[in-house]
């Protein structure tokens, strides 16, 4: 069984910044992928970041060059260090780890980007 929580959410202006944490419980191992995904108003949830066991991220166009996502696997946390925030980032933002095929998700932390 595999238990995440998310912290680090808040309000903030635009060009602000925050970092999201995820702590990971359970058998997560090194190989399995981590991801954040956000569910902005009026939308489905959408991937923001993944970085895979060996550390290589990928990023969606919208975020590219503002957010970074890292890993640390003895803490089984993953994180996403997001800068110059809009006010479109506003959502709420869930860690995902791909264990061995099967998706979970924690329960979701809110970013709100308003002057």
């Known amino acids: 069984q595999v238990q995440l929580v998310e912290s680090g959410g808040g309000s903030v202006q635009p060009g602000g910044s925050l970092t999201l944490s995820c702590a990971a419980s359970?058998?997560?191992?090194?190989?399995?992928?981590m991801a954040w995904y956000r569910r902005v108003p009026g939308n489905q949830r959408e991937l923001v970041a993944r970085?895979?066991?060996?550390?290589?991220?990928t990023y969606v166009d919208s975020v590219k060059g503002r957010f970074t996502i890292s890993r640390d696997n003895q803490q089984k946390s993953v994180y996403l260090q997001m800068n110059n925030l809009k006010p479109e980032d506003t959502g709420v933002y869930y860690c995902?780890?791909?264990?061995?095929?099967?998706?979970?998700w924690g329960p979701g932390t809110q970013v709100t980007v308003s002057p």
């Open positions: 995902n780890v791909n264990w061995f095929g099967t998706y979970y």
């Open positions: 359970g058998s997560i191992f090194s190989a399995n992928d």
């Open positions: 970085v895979t066991g060996g550390g290589t991220p």
